[in-house]
């Protein structure tokens, strides 16, 4: 194998200087939950790690995590595609095609055995043979299985690889399955969203790459720093809700006044993400901003918990020190977050999960 | 011989696409089949929701083009319950598509298509002065000199030295179908970085309209984001500032940098002038109304139909509501009809029941002689059409739009090919690059009508009038359409006791990508296919260009929607 550089080298030959390389490492520290304690550790591992081959597989989606990841604004793209990981394969950004594309694949399983990272965009259709996504004349079901077995790790990009989304809505026509339904055996970080933000995106990465471990996930299998709190508790709209003041329409006098959006239908009150904080595209904005209630896209089964512009019948606790672990129970939709719970606390624990594909 | 060509995965496309062709003695393409190898069932999943809803549920069919099924979804609903949107929120959708085609055609040729005409090996052996002359020969844009790009040779010499190419790992570089300059090829790599960290920029539009992209927000009815010049909590100067310094480097990167990037590289390819015209058969819905969407005669893409290449007439009687205009046939796909294999269904009249026919997996080829693709067969007045920013370039081109026919005209000149050559892979090509300058120049035209308007005192965005179920009539049926980036998409909905009782659509890449039909005519991609003669069948690069050409997206073929109840039939392997 030829000399692997690590990302601090791969920076200083971009032209990146010490400080540049420093206020990166800083902002990604903050971004992780890390504070400034976390600073030193995250440099000696940038400093001395190779790149991590990373295959990405993409099963029923819609390509919009890809979409976000290259929107992703610190680090810049192409500093992750070329210089942070390895990205060896991607239906999306890879050169190569056919034949020569399925090669890459079997090359690095074979040659990075357990130590190459599996992300997943999409899930597996598993009705009927799985012939509702195909790739290379043989079922994604099965190439996704092949592909897991020598991973390292698994990151289930975005709602559809973490809770099914959209095709796994009822009735599920294709049986599509997420992720941690299908692999066992395999600590599984899920990220989702529809798509995740693409700072939490790249932050989940570079959190493996810089500590070498999976980070803090909570009882569904996502990453605390990203996942801790809900839209509601940070959301800048949050006083008009305690205040009583409300949009009741769109253009309203409320809306006009960025009012708070909950009789609209708002589900920031039981979702989970980093919207409200680190917001949308490089902190441009996000949904309540922009006036339009929350959708609670990473939240499980959130298709099936609408309509989206029906008020949610009651908000399950306003303290801001609450999270996922302590409520989510009681969330909208608990009893379906209680049976991804389980599966993704098995996967996590490495027990089998083959008997957990009921719906 | 006749040798057989797979390539699947075709990578560099949205979803999951499978080329088999048939190559005769001379290594030129006999046949070619196009398959869509993967369905979600969504038809099946929007019955008896919310029709406000449907808009997000069918802004998921694709996250690329992540605003056109929104905006074709929100605007069937307003059609069905009669809604007339304000003219803030015309004019903010108009720019939120706009965008979404500039910022999609820039990915598409930098991230998506170059890789089949650069050689990036190729440009570790550029000399970077050269690389600059070329660079400040062709565009004013800054980022020209020597030093800029000997670094970045050394920045990529690190990279391929490191081992590990990541995304360039397999690539068919040094084949001899590559023509660029190592000069040109290192000014197309640095153009690649720049211009996927450029793109980021452009989508910010819809963050500030839509909270987020990809899958920005949408509501029936108008627009949510409320507009105040004086209030702190909504659209005010600092956003529309910020809006007005993202068109402006926009209109930049596309003119600086994408149009002289485009018309640098196909002087190098200009035999591609005369392969991969397939059809010669081209159809738009038309958008960008001036005036409303029920008004085509004020749409700044015009409505039409040209068929067999012939650039003296368009059809203007393009009618999606016409039950006797579009048929959408099963001979070649995966689906049957009331139990029959065939036939031929207006979307108002579809059937979706999938009954996979296809081999027992893992396969090595398709039956091609029978059903071979999740992919339906559209049809326009009973003909194979092709849509899409050649399309449209074609039918503005004939209809005589004066920006579009003095583009043309500049881009033909420039390269010193007939007209004729845009009926092929480089006009295609050319033709998205075309589009991207005209669209780039909408957002600038929009941005101006929003100010004009919010400076008169005009700020609504939204119109209440039919939000409440309870005004809707018991039952109500609209088309909504738009001209996606990939071409014409149109949403028939139909509304039964505020619920959706059916909803269908037929989208861009169904009608280029489309099997065979019943009588065993092509669609666009197979057509355009047919006679390319490549240099190494192992490494089908030709075959790429072509496909690439036309910028595939299978998630959005596949969906091809129905929602008349039909069970999906329990398939059987045979």
Redesign the interface.
């Given at each position: 194998?030829?000399?692997?550089?690590t990302y601090a080298e791969?920076m200083e030959?971009?032209?990146i200087d010490r400080r540049e390389f420093m206020k990166y490492c800083s902002l990604l520290s903050v971004y992780l939950g890390l504070g400034a304690s976390g600073l030193p550790k995250m440099l000696k591992a940038m400093e001395t790690k190779p790149?991590i081959?990373v295959l990405w597989l993409?099963g029923?989606?819609?390509?919009?995590?890809?979409?976000?990841f290259?929107?992703?604004?610190h680090p810049?793209?192409?500093d992750i595609?070329?210089?942070m990981?390895?990205?060896?394969y991607?239906?999306?950004?890879?050169?190569?095609?056919?034949?020569?594309?399925?090669?890459?694949r079997k090359q690095i399983m074979k040659e990075y055995k357990g130590k190459y990272i599996l992300a997943v965009e999409g899930n597996a259709?598993t009705?009927?043979?799985?012939?509702?996504?195909?790739?290379?004349?043989?079922?994604?079901l099965?190439v996704l299985k092949e592909t897991a077995a020598d991973a390292m790790a698994v990151i289930s990009w975005g709602s559809c690889a973490s809770f099914g989304?959209?095709?796994n809505?009822?009735?599920?026509?294709?049986g599509?399955q997420p992720v941690h339904k299908l692999i066992s055996g395999k600590p599984i970080i899920n990220v989702p969203g529809?798509?995740p933000?693409?700072e939490v995106m790249t932050g989940t990465i570079a959190h493996v790459l810089t500590f070498g471990t999976l980070p803090e996930l909570d009882r569904l299998g996502r990453p605390k720093a990203f996942y801790g709190t809900r839209i509601h508790d940070k959301c800048y709209?949050r006083p008009y809700f305690d205040a009583g003041m409300f949009v009741e329409?769109?253009?309203?006098e409320g809306?006009?006044?960025?009012w708070c959006l909950y009789k609209m239908g708002c589900k920031g009150p039981t979702t989970y993400n980093s919207?409200s904080s680190m917001k949308?595209?490089?902190g441009?904005?996000?949904?309540?901003?922009?006036?339009?209630p929350c959708?609670g896209?990473s939240e499980p089964n959130f298709?099936d918990n609408?309509?989206?512009?029906s008020r949610l019948a009651a908000v399950p606790f306003v303290g801001t020190d609450s999270n996922a672990d302590r409520i989510g129970m009681v969330a909208v939709g608990a009893a379906a977050a209680g049976v991804a719970a389980h599966a993704i606390g098995s996967a996590i624990k490495k027990k089998s999960a083959d008997n957990d594909n009921e719906e | 011989m006749a040798k057989r060509i797979v390539v699947d995965p075709i990578p560099r496309i949205e979803g999951h696409l499978r080329i088999e062709t048939v190559l005769d003695d001379h290594n030129t393409i006999a046949e070619a089949y196009s398959s869509g190898t993967m369905w979600r069932g969504l038809e099946l999943i929007l019955k008896g929701r919310d029709p406000r809803d449907a808009w997000a549920f069918t802004q998921r069919i694709c996250g690329v083009c992540t605003t056109v099924h929104a905006i074709a979804s929100v605007r069937c609903v307003e059609d069905a319950l009669g809604i007339k949107i304000p003219d803030n929120a015309r004019i903010i959708r108009n720019l939120m598509n706009a965008t979404q085609q500039t910022q999609d055609h820039l990915i598409h040729f930098y991230h998506l298509h170059a890789l089949d005409w650069v050689d990036v090996v190729s440009a570790l052996s550029a000399d970077p002065k050269e690389t600059s002359e070329i660079a400040q020969s062709i565009s004013p844009w800054p980022k020209s000199s020597p030093g800029y790009f000997k670094d970045l040779k050394a920045r990529l010499t690190t990279f391929v030295e490191s081992g590990q190419l990541g995304i360039f790992t397999n690539g068919y570089w040094g084949h001899s179908a590559y023509k660029l300059p190592p000069a040109v090829n290192l000014l197309a790599v640095a153009h690649y970085l720049e211009a996927l960290e450029f793109q980021k920029e452009i989508i910010k539009i819809h963050t500030i309209f839509g909270g987020k992209n990809p899958h920005p927000n949408y509501a029936v009815g108008g627009v949510a984001t409320a507009i105040d010049p004086n209030a702190d909590n909504v659209i005010n100067i600092e956003k529309l500032s910020m809006i007005k310094k993202i068109i402006d480097d926009t209109n930049t990167f596309i003119n600086q940098v994408y149009i002289p990037d485009l018309l640098a590289v196909a002087k190098f390819y200009k035999d591609w002038g005369s392969i991969g015209g397939g059809l010669g058969n081209y159809l738009a819905y038309g958008d960008f109304p001036e005036t409303d969407i029920h008004d085509p005669g004020s749409f700044l893409w015009p409505r039409g139909a040209i068929l067999n290449k012939d650039l003296s007439h368009v059809d203007e009687d393009v009618d999606p509501k016409d039950l006797s205009q579009i048929k959408e046939e099963i001979a070649h796909s995966w689906y049957t009809y009331d139990g029959k294999a065939d036939g031929g269904l207006h979307p108002f009249e579809g059937q979706t029941n999938p009954k996979y026919t296809g081999p027992d997996l893992p396969y090595e080829y398709l039956d091609t002689d029978q059903k071979y693709s999740w992919l339906k067969t559209p049809r326009w007045k009973d003909n194979p059409m092709e849509v899409g920013p050649l399309a449209r370039v074609l039918i503005a081109y004939v209809k005589g739009v004066d920006e579009i026919v003095d583009t043309v005209n500049f881009v033909l000149k420039d390269l010193d090919v007939p007209a004729a050559a845009l009926f092929s892979t480089l006009g295609r090509t050319a033709a998205r690059g075309i589009e991207c300058k005209q669209t780039a120049g909408f957002m600038k035209h929009y941005y101006d009508q929003l100010i004009a308007n919010v400076k008169k005192g005009d700020t609504k965005v939204y119109d209440s009038s039919m939000w409440d179920p309870e005004r809707w009539p018991k039952e109500a049926k609209g088309f909504g359409f738009t001209e996606a980036p990939r071409g014409s998409l149109g949403h028939w909905i139909h509304i039964k006791d505020k619920k959706i009782e059916d909803y269908q659509i037929v989208v861009p890449s169904t009608w280029n990508a489309s099997p065979r039909d019943g009588k065993g005519r092509s669609g666009a991609y197979e057509a355009a296919l047919k006679g390319t003669p490549m240099a190494d069948p192992e490494k089908p690069l030709e075959i790429l260009r072509t496909v690439h050409s036309f910028d595939p997206c299978l998630a959005c073929a596949s969906h091809v929607m129905d929602m008349n109840g039909n069970e999906i039939t329990t398939v059987k392997i045979v």
């Open positions: 194998m030829k000399k692997q550089q791969i030959s971009r032209g790149r081959p993409h029923l989606e819609c390509t919009c995590c890809s979409e976000s290259i929107r992703s604004s810049i793209v192409a595609v070329l210089n990981i390895s990205l060896d991607d239906d999306t950004l890879s050169a190569a095609a056919g034949h020569q594309l399925e090669a890459v259709p009705k009927d043979n799985g012939v509702y996504c195909m790739v290379g004349g043989d079922s994604f099965n989304c959209v095709q809505a009822k009735p599920n026509p294709t599509a529809c798509p933000i693409a709209r329409s769109f253009d309203d809306a006009q006044k960025g919207c949308w595209n490089g441009v904005s996000f949904p309540i901003q922009a006036g339009h959708i896209c298709w609408g309509p989206f512009y | -």
